[in-house]
């Protein structure tokens, strides 16, 4: 059973920085088989949101909000995905969610994170 475990949220001031982690666990075969991958936010009564998102053999692609701020990474040898937050603005603050797509041949996995909270103070 596929496990997404995220941590790396927390409160920081505006202008800072923070990295978000996704660490998958309970699964056969490589990490470098899941794809594609995204990171959501939600902020407080508002919908879930895309803010950044990995195709399958292709680069991150970002939300025009957090363009040029956010970086999305993986690394294969520790199941983990990352995302990189930096020059964090107030309208940054929600709860960052990650997902992780794999094709199994006779269905696609669509696995999801717990989610960790980002609050960012002006």
């Known amino acids: 059973q596929v496990q997404l475990v995220e941590s790396g949220g927390g409160l920081v001031q505006a202008g800072g920085s923070l990295r978000l982690s996704c660490t998958a666990s309970g699964f056969a075969g490589s990490f470098s088989d899941f794809g594609p991958m995204g990171w959501f936010r939600q902020a407080p009564g508002k919908q879930r949101e895309l803010v950044a998102s990995m195709p399958v053999s292709s680069s991150a692609r970002y939300a025009d909000s957090v363009k040029d701020r956010f970086t999305f990474s993986r690394d294969d040898s520790k199941n983990t995905v990352y995302l990189q937050m930096n020059l964090l603005k107030p309208e940054d603050t929600g709860v960052y969610y990650c997902?992780?797509?794999?094709?199994?041949?006779?269905?696609?996995?669509?696995?999801w994170g717990q989610g960790t909270p980002v609050t960012v103070s002006s």
């Open positions: 997902n992780l797509q794999r094709n199994w041949g006779d269905f696609v996995g669509d696995y």
